[in-house]
Protein backbone atom coordinates (compact mmCIF):
# COMPACT_ATOMS: atom_id res chain seq x y z
CA UNK A 1 0.00 0.00 0.00
CA UNK A 2 1.99 2.89 -1.07
CA UNK A 3 1.58 6.93 0.44
CA UNK A 4 -0.69 9.48 -1.05
CA UNK A 5 2.24 11.57 -2.40
CA UNK A 6 3.87 8.55 -3.72
CA UNK A 7 1.05 8.38 -6.96
CA UNK A 8 0.17 10.52 -9.50
CA UNK A 9 -3.45 10.16 -8.30
CA UNK A 10 -2.78 10.54 -4.92
CA UNK A 11 -1.07 13.70 -5.00
CA UNK A 12 -4.41 14.59 -7.28
CA UNK A 13 -6.73 13.74 -4.13
CA UNK A 14 -4.30 15.39 -1.94
CA UNK A 15 -4.87 18.83 -3.46
CA UNK A 16 -8.27 18.50 -3.44
CA UNK A 17 -8.57 17.20 -0.03
CA UNK A 18 -6.46 19.87 0.68
CA UNK A 19 -8.49 22.96 -0.58
CA UNK A 20 -12.10 21.61 0.61
CA UNK A 21 -10.68 21.42 4.03
CA UNK A 22 -9.54 25.38 3.62
CA UNK A 23 -12.84 26.05 2.26
CA UNK A 24 -14.57 24.18 5.56
CA UNK A 25 -11.86 24.99 8.28
CA UNK A 26 -10.99 28.75 9.69
CA UNK A 27 -7.70 27.47 11.07
CA UNK A 28 -6.86 24.85 8.00
CA UNK A 29 -3.75 25.62 6.20
CA UNK A 30 -5.32 26.08 2.93
CA UNK A 31 -8.09 29.19 4.74
CA UNK A 32 -5.57 32.02 3.77
CA UNK A 33 -4.07 31.47 -0.25
CA UNK A 34 -1.67 33.92 -2.08
CA UNK A 35 -3.49 35.30 -5.66
CA UNK A 36 -0.52 36.87 -7.52
CA UNK A 37 -1.49 39.08 -10.24
CA UNK A 38 0.28 41.09 -13.11
CA UNK A 39 0.35 44.96 -11.70
CA UNK A 40 -0.75 47.78 -13.35
CA UNK A 41 3.03 48.97 -13.90
CA UNK A 42 3.82 45.56 -15.53
CA UNK A 43 5.77 44.34 -11.85
CA UNK A 44 4.43 41.38 -9.85
CA UNK A 45 1.81 41.66 -6.89
CA UNK A 46 0.51 39.39 -4.81
CA UNK A 47 -1.60 39.38 -1.26
CA UNK A 48 -3.42 36.69 1.11
CA UNK A 49 -7.10 36.23 0.23
CA UNK A 50 -9.38 33.82 1.90
CA UNK A 51 -10.62 30.19 0.10
CA UNK A 52 -14.31 30.72 -0.37
CA UNK A 53 -15.08 27.63 -3.09
CA UNK A 54 -13.26 24.70 -4.62
CA UNK A 55 -15.13 22.13 -7.25
CA UNK A 56 -12.80 19.25 -7.66
CA UNK A 57 -15.25 18.58 -11.05
CA UNK A 58 -14.62 21.94 -12.48
CA UNK A 59 -11.32 22.49 -11.72
CA UNK A 60 -12.16 25.63 -10.48
CA UNK A 61 -11.30 27.61 -7.20
CA UNK A 62 -13.20 30.70 -5.38
CA UNK A 63 -12.67 34.02 -3.98
CA UNK A 64 -14.41 37.04 -3.18
CA UNK A 65 -13.68 40.55 -3.15
CA UNK A 66 -14.17 43.99 -2.94
CA UNK A 67 -14.88 45.43 -7.05
CA UNK A 68 -12.84 48.60 -5.69
CA UNK A 69 -9.59 46.59 -4.71
CA UNK A 70 -6.27 46.82 -7.07
CA UNK A 71 -6.80 43.09 -7.58
CA UNK A 72 -10.23 43.80 -9.51
CA UNK A 73 -8.02 46.56 -11.86
CA UNK A 74 -4.75 44.23 -12.75
CA UNK A 75 -7.49 41.32 -13.48
CA UNK A 76 -9.26 43.28 -15.38
CA UNK A 77 -6.05 44.06 -17.30
CA UNK A 78 -5.03 40.51 -17.54
CA UNK A 79 -6.97 37.66 -16.06
CA UNK A 80 -4.03 34.96 -15.42
CA UNK A 81 -3.09 34.72 -11.97
CA UNK A 82 -1.05 32.14 -9.71
CA UNK A 83 -2.54 30.56 -6.53
CA UNK A 84 -0.03 29.64 -3.71
CA UNK A 85 -0.66 27.51 -0.62
CA UNK A 86 1.68 25.75 2.13
CA UNK A 87 0.38 23.00 3.21
CA UNK A 88 2.31 22.15 6.10
CA UNK A 89 0.44 19.42 7.49
CA UNK A 90 0.58 17.35 4.20
CA UNK A 91 4.08 18.79 3.70
CA UNK A 92 2.64 19.91 0.11
CA UNK A 93 3.26 22.93 -1.77
CA UNK A 94 0.34 23.58 -4.16
CA UNK A 95 0.94 26.39 -7.13
CA UNK A 96 -2.16 27.24 -9.21
CA UNK A 97 -2.03 29.30 -12.89
CA UNK A 98 -5.85 29.99 -13.01
CA UNK A 99 -8.12 31.97 -15.47
CA UNK A 100 -9.98 34.31 -13.28
CA UNK A 101 -13.16 35.33 -14.10
CA UNK A 102 -15.33 37.96 -12.74
CA UNK A 103 -19.23 37.58 -11.12
CA UNK A 104 -20.66 40.34 -10.01
CA UNK A 105 -24.27 41.66 -9.65
CA UNK A 106 -27.27 39.46 -10.35
CA UNK A 107 -24.33 36.86 -11.03
CA UNK A 108 -23.57 37.13 -7.67
CA UNK A 109 -26.20 37.57 -5.53
CA UNK A 110 -26.85 34.00 -5.03
CA UNK A 111 -23.51 33.60 -3.43
CA UNK A 112 -24.83 36.85 -1.83
CA UNK A 113 -27.07 35.97 0.09
CA UNK A 114 -25.37 32.87 1.63
CA UNK A 115 -22.28 35.60 3.06
CA UNK A 116 -22.50 35.89 6.84
CA UNK A 117 -23.97 39.29 7.51
CA UNK A 118 -20.00 40.06 9.36
CA UNK A 119 -18.66 38.44 6.55
CA UNK A 120 -20.52 41.25 4.21
CA UNK A 121 -18.82 44.21 6.18
CA UNK A 122 -15.93 43.60 4.27
CA UNK A 123 -17.53 44.78 0.68
CA UNK A 124 -18.16 48.39 0.61
CA UNK A 125 -15.30 50.19 2.34
CA UNK A 126 -15.65 53.71 2.45
CA UNK A 127 -12.66 55.27 1.43
CA UNK A 128 -11.81 52.77 -1.35
CA UNK A 129 -9.23 50.30 -0.28
CA UNK A 130 -5.67 51.37 -0.46
CA UNK A 131 -6.67 55.30 -0.01
CA UNK A 132 -4.09 57.23 2.25
CA UNK A 133 -6.31 58.15 5.40
CA UNK A 134 -4.85 60.48 8.11
CA UNK A 135 -5.81 58.58 11.06
CA UNK A 136 -5.63 54.23 11.08
CA UNK A 137 -9.78 53.85 11.75
CA UNK A 138 -10.44 56.74 9.02
CA UNK A 139 -12.96 54.96 6.82
CA UNK A 140 -16.42 53.45 7.30
CA UNK A 141 -17.29 49.67 6.62
CA UNK A 142 -20.99 49.63 5.33
CA UNK A 143 -21.98 46.09 3.38
CA UNK A 144 -23.11 46.96 0.06
CA UNK A 145 -24.03 43.75 -2.50
CA UNK A 146 -22.56 46.63 -5.47
CA UNK A 147 -19.11 46.42 -4.47
CA UNK A 148 -18.86 42.29 -3.94
CA UNK A 149 -17.70 40.40 -6.63
CA UNK A 150 -16.61 36.48 -6.99
CA UNK A 151 -13.63 35.95 -8.59
CA UNK A 152 -13.95 32.34 -10.22
CA UNK A 153 -10.44 31.19 -10.61
CA UNK A 154 -10.37 28.18 -13.28
CA UNK A 155 -7.47 26.46 -12.60
CA UNK A 156 -5.39 25.93 -16.37
CA UNK A 157 -2.07 23.67 -14.64
CA UNK A 158 -1.08 22.58 -11.17
CA UNK A 159 2.33 22.22 -10.43
CA UNK A 160 2.41 19.83 -6.72
CA UNK A 161 6.04 19.25 -4.71
CA UNK A 162 5.37 16.62 -1.82
CA UNK A 163 8.52 17.64 0.96
CA UNK A 164 8.98 14.18 2.50
CA UNK A 165 11.94 12.72 3.28
CA UNK A 166 12.65 12.61 -0.39
CA UNK A 167 11.11 15.41 -2.46
CA UNK A 168 8.20 14.60 -5.72
CA UNK A 169 7.56 16.56 -7.71
CA UNK A 170 4.45 16.46 -10.28
CA UNK A 171 3.09 18.47 -12.75
CA UNK A 172 -1.24 18.47 -14.01
CA UNK A 173 -2.60 20.50 -16.97
CA UNK A 174 -6.30 20.57 -17.86
CA UNK A 175 -5.11 20.51 -21.60
CA UNK A 176 -4.23 16.84 -20.79
CA UNK A 177 -6.85 15.73 -18.82
CA UNK A 178 -5.12 16.30 -15.32
CA UNK A 179 -3.13 12.95 -16.44
CA UNK A 180 0.07 14.32 -14.50
CA UNK A 181 3.25 13.38 -15.17
CA UNK A 182 6.43 13.31 -12.55
CA UNK A 183 9.28 16.40 -12.73
CA UNK A 184 12.32 16.86 -11.02
CA UNK A 185 11.51 18.68 -8.31
CA UNK B 1 -0.30 51.95 26.82
CA UNK B 2 -1.05 51.05 22.94
CA UNK B 3 -1.09 47.55 21.25
CA UNK B 4 2.16 46.93 18.81
CA UNK B 5 -0.68 47.10 15.97
CA UNK B 6 -1.94 50.63 16.67
CA UNK B 7 0.99 52.79 15.59
CA UNK B 8 2.83 52.99 12.68
CA UNK B 9 6.34 52.78 14.65
CA UNK B 10 4.91 49.59 16.40
CA UNK B 11 4.11 47.96 13.00
CA UNK B 12 7.11 48.72 11.59
CA UNK B 13 9.15 46.70 14.69
CA UNK B 14 6.05 43.96 14.33
CA UNK B 15 7.48 43.40 10.31
CA UNK B 16 10.98 42.85 11.33
CA UNK B 17 9.98 40.77 14.27
CA UNK B 18 7.90 38.36 11.87
CA UNK B 19 10.57 38.36 9.43
CA UNK B 20 13.98 37.49 12.14
CA UNK B 21 11.64 34.52 13.40
CA UNK B 22 11.28 33.06 10.08
CA UNK B 23 14.82 32.91 9.89
CA UNK B 24 15.33 31.61 13.19
CA UNK B 25 12.93 29.08 13.74
CA UNK B 26 11.92 26.79 11.38
CA UNK B 27 8.13 26.36 12.50
CA UNK B 28 7.31 30.42 12.59
CA UNK B 29 4.72 31.57 10.01
CA UNK B 30 7.52 33.25 8.14
CA UNK B 31 9.85 30.30 7.66
CA UNK B 32 8.34 29.94 4.41
CA UNK B 33 7.05 33.02 2.26
CA UNK B 34 5.30 32.87 -1.22
CA UNK B 35 7.88 34.67 -3.78
CA UNK B 36 6.27 36.39 -7.17
CA UNK B 37 7.54 37.27 -9.98
CA UNK B 38 6.45 37.66 -13.54
CA UNK B 39 6.85 34.62 -15.84
CA UNK B 40 8.81 34.35 -19.25
CA UNK B 41 5.59 34.29 -21.11
CA UNK B 42 4.31 37.82 -19.13
CA UNK B 43 2.06 35.78 -16.74
CA UNK B 44 2.58 35.80 -12.93
CA UNK B 45 4.66 32.78 -11.61
CA UNK B 46 4.59 32.41 -7.43
CA UNK B 47 6.15 29.96 -5.04
CA UNK B 48 7.60 28.97 -1.42
CA UNK B 49 10.88 29.72 -0.33
CA UNK B 50 12.26 29.39 2.49
CA UNK B 51 13.53 33.07 4.21
CA UNK B 52 17.22 32.75 4.91
CA UNK B 53 17.92 36.72 5.73
CA UNK B 54 16.59 39.64 7.13
CA UNK B 55 18.38 42.93 7.93
CA UNK B 56 16.23 45.63 9.50
CA UNK B 57 18.79 48.10 9.21
CA UNK B 58 19.45 47.67 4.92
CA UNK B 59 15.87 46.80 4.76
CA UNK B 60 17.11 43.55 2.51
CA UNK B 61 15.48 39.72 3.07
CA UNK B 62 17.36 37.06 1.60
CA UNK B 63 16.78 33.58 -0.11
CA UNK B 64 18.60 30.87 -1.78
CA UNK B 65 17.83 29.25 -5.03
CA UNK B 66 19.51 26.66 -7.08
CA UNK B 67 20.40 28.99 -10.75
CA UNK B 68 18.84 26.21 -13.22
CA UNK B 69 15.13 27.40 -11.46
CA UNK B 70 12.71 28.88 -13.31
CA UNK B 71 12.42 32.04 -10.92
CA UNK B 72 16.15 32.82 -11.58
CA UNK B 73 15.16 32.95 -15.30
CA UNK B 74 12.25 35.22 -14.30
CA UNK B 75 14.55 37.73 -12.23
CA UNK B 76 17.05 38.20 -14.61
CA UNK B 77 14.40 39.69 -17.27
CA UNK B 78 12.86 41.43 -14.51
CA UNK B 79 14.29 41.52 -11.07
CA UNK B 80 10.84 43.02 -9.90
CA UNK B 81 9.45 40.55 -7.08
CA UNK B 82 6.73 40.36 -4.49
CA UNK B 83 6.72 38.94 -1.38
CA UNK B 84 4.13 37.63 0.75
CA UNK B 85 3.52 35.80 4.58
CA UNK B 86 0.54 35.74 6.39
CA UNK B 87 1.47 35.77 10.69
CA UNK B 88 -1.44 34.03 11.42
CA UNK B 89 -0.19 34.92 15.43
CA UNK B 90 0.46 38.05 15.22
CA UNK B 91 -2.55 38.21 12.60
CA UNK B 92 -0.67 40.57 10.55
CA UNK B 93 -0.94 40.09 6.43
CA UNK B 94 2.94 41.21 5.05
CA UNK B 95 3.61 42.03 1.34
CA UNK B 96 6.51 43.26 0.55
CA UNK B 97 7.60 44.97 -3.20
CA UNK B 98 11.32 44.26 -3.80
CA UNK B 99 13.86 44.33 -5.99
CA UNK B 100 16.15 41.69 -6.52
CA UNK B 101 20.20 41.51 -6.97
CA UNK B 102 21.68 37.55 -7.85
CA UNK B 103 24.97 36.71 -6.04
CA UNK B 104 26.97 33.57 -7.34
CA UNK B 105 30.14 32.49 -7.17
CA UNK B 106 32.84 34.00 -5.45
CA UNK B 107 30.01 36.80 -3.89
CA UNK B 108 27.32 33.50 -2.48
CA UNK B 109 30.62 31.72 -1.56
CA UNK B 110 31.09 32.94 2.10
CA UNK B 111 27.34 32.19 2.60
CA UNK B 112 27.61 28.69 0.96
CA UNK B 113 30.08 27.75 3.50
CA UNK B 114 27.59 28.68 6.50
CA UNK B 115 24.19 26.00 4.51
CA UNK B 116 24.41 22.83 6.38
CA UNK B 117 25.38 20.21 4.47
CA UNK B 118 22.05 18.50 4.03
CA UNK B 119 20.51 21.50 3.24
CA UNK B 120 23.31 21.56 0.27
CA UNK B 121 21.77 18.92 -1.31
CA UNK B 122 18.94 21.55 -2.58
CA UNK B 123 21.43 22.78 -4.97
CA UNK B 124 22.67 21.01 -8.02
CA UNK B 125 20.05 18.66 -8.79
CA UNK B 126 20.16 16.61 -12.50
CA UNK B 127 18.22 17.01 -14.47
CA UNK B 128 17.75 20.58 -14.17
CA UNK B 129 14.19 21.49 -12.09
CA UNK B 130 10.98 20.77 -13.77
CA UNK B 131 12.46 18.45 -16.20
CA UNK B 132 9.59 15.80 -17.00
CA UNK B 133 11.02 12.25 -15.46
CA UNK B 134 9.33 8.48 -15.56
CA UNK B 135 9.53 7.79 -12.01
CA UNK B 136 9.08 10.51 -9.04
CA UNK B 137 12.65 9.99 -7.83
CA UNK B 138 14.48 9.91 -10.96
CA UNK B 139 16.84 12.29 -10.16
CA UNK B 140 20.31 13.18 -8.60
CA UNK B 141 21.03 15.67 -5.61
CA UNK B 142 24.52 16.53 -5.85
CA UNK B 143 25.39 19.59 -3.63
CA UNK B 144 26.88 22.24 -6.59
CA UNK B 145 28.05 25.18 -5.49
CA UNK B 146 28.44 26.37 -8.81
CA UNK B 147 24.21 26.50 -9.22
CA UNK B 148 23.95 27.78 -5.88
CA UNK B 149 22.68 31.40 -5.35
CA UNK B 150 21.50 34.00 -3.32
CA UNK B 151 18.74 36.06 -4.28
CA UNK B 152 19.27 39.46 -2.40
CA UNK B 153 16.10 41.27 -2.01
CA UNK B 154 16.15 45.03 -1.64
CA UNK B 155 12.56 46.13 -0.05
CA UNK B 156 11.23 49.05 -1.92
CA UNK B 157 7.37 49.41 -0.68
CA UNK B 158 5.95 47.27 2.32
CA UNK B 159 2.31 47.05 3.22
CA UNK B 160 1.02 45.64 6.30
CA UNK B 161 -2.47 44.93 7.70
CA UNK B 162 -3.47 44.17 10.73
CA UNK B 163 -6.55 41.74 11.07
CA UNK B 164 -7.90 41.97 15.11
CA UNK B 165 -11.06 43.06 15.64
CA UNK B 166 -10.85 45.99 13.75
CA UNK B 167 -8.41 46.38 10.56
CA UNK B 168 -5.16 48.53 10.50
CA UNK B 169 -3.44 48.68 7.11
CA UNK B 170 -0.29 51.07 6.52
CA UNK B 171 1.92 51.41 3.96
CA UNK B 172 5.79 52.03 3.75
CA UNK B 173 8.28 53.21 1.07
CA UNK B 174 11.94 53.37 0.84
CA UNK B 175 11.76 56.41 -1.13
CA UNK B 176 10.15 57.90 2.14
CA UNK B 177 12.58 56.83 4.68
CA UNK B 178 10.35 53.83 5.48
CA UNK B 179 7.91 56.67 7.76
CA UNK B 180 4.66 55.18 7.12
CA UNK B 181 0.98 56.28 6.66
CA UNK B 182 -2.25 54.45 7.24
CA UNK B 183 -4.29 53.19 4.26
CA UNK B 184 -7.73 52.10 4.06
CA UNK B 185 -8.01 48.11 4.38
Same mark, same amino acid.
Given at each position: ?? +? ?14 ? =?? #???? %?R?A?? %?? !? !??A??G????? +?????? =? ?14 ? =???? &??? +? =?? %????A ?6 ? #? ?5 R??V??? #? ?5 A???? #? ?10 G??P ?8 A???? &??A ?11 ? %? ?7 ? +? ?17 L??
Amino acid at each position: MS +EWFETLPGLWTGLWDC =LA #EGVA %RRDAPA %RH !V !VLATVGLDGGP +EARTVV =LRGADADAGVIEVHTD =LHSA &KVA +E =LR %RDGRAAVVVWDG #ERRLQVRLSVAVT #ELQGDAAAAIW #EQVPDPSRQSYGVVPAPGTPIAGALDYE &KCADRATFAVLRCEL %RRVDLVHLG +EVHRRAGFARAGGWAGRWLVP
